[in-house]
């Protein structure tokens, strides 16, 4: 079965520094998303992405973040200055389409550890 | 705005037990609604789902009922296993022009021999 794929499985980066969390979706999926785990916190969605453009972000997703689809098969997502509150586990997703018939597909997500 | 409440865990139960994890939510129109469950170590792994109302979703022996009246999601499995120890996620699909998951806190689940 086609799945997500996330790379690296763990990140450790120095406070300030840019990091670059890289996600495979599944080959024939149109739809993008991240989403972080803080420890012991609830999933939350950070952006959504559609037709080489931010379709939807949250609040959490602000200036020190973007995302990009540089060719056909990569989706990543950059913090340019990281800092402490950086630190969580974070999920690449993607779909087919939207509604609930296309449900989405998760990776194993990087965690990414601010020091 | 939409959000999705799910009982606190840990949940802990012996083999071959009745489950039942409670999840209810608040949204706007109809969303789509999902279980989703994270072993250790792994991502996230879609279990099952329902679209509308009074839709089941079942899956591995789990099962889940829309209950629109209710505002409610509760998973179901009639007999447990020590291979079903994960975290349990309850999540809406928020209705705009992404879907996106709005989750719940998630539930952990220990089943003991």
């Known amino acids: 079965e086609p799945e997500v794929t996330q790379t690296p499985s763990h990140q450790v980066t120095q406070m300030g520094q840019e990091v670059i969390l890289r996600c495979v979706p599944i080959?024939?999926?149109?739809?993008f998303y991240w989403y972080r785990q803080i420890l012991g916190q609830k999933v939350e969605f950070l952006v959504s992405?559609?037709?080489?453009?931010?379709?939807?972000k949250s609040e959490i997703f602000d200036d020190q973040f973007s995302v990009e689809r540089p060719d056909g098969s990569n989706f990543t997502l950059k913090i340019r200055s990281t800092k402490l509150e950086d630190s969580a586990m974070y999920f690449c997703?993607?779909?087919?389409?939207?509604?609930?018939?296309?449900?989405?597909?998760f990776g194993d997500g990087t965690r990414l550890s601010i020091l | 705005g939409n959000s999705v409440t799910q009982m606190e865990g840990p949940v802990t139960l012996s083999e071959e037990a009745f489950l039942t994890i409670n999840c209810t939510y608040t949204a706007t129109g109809y969303p789509s609604l999902f279980w989703y469950v994270q072993y250790p170590g792994e991502g996230l792994q879609l279990l099952l789902k329902a679209t509308k109302a009074d839709d089941k979703g079942s899956n591995k022996g789990f099962e889940a009922t829309y209950r629109k009246e209710t505002t409610s999601f509760h998973l179901e499995k009639g007999s447990v296993q020590v291979s079903d120890s994960a975290v349990y996620f309850c999540?809406?699909?928020?209705?705009?022009?992404?879907?996106?998951?709005?989750f719940g806190t998630g539930t952990r689940l220990q089943v003991f021999p």
């Open positions: 997703a993607s779909s087919g389409g939207t509604g609930g018939d296309q449900p989405q597909h």
């Open positions: 999540a809406l699909s928020d209705r705009g022009n992404t879907d996106k998951l709005i």
């Open positions: 080959s024939n999926h149109l739809y």
């Open positions: 992405f559609y037709n080489n453009e931010i379709s939807e």
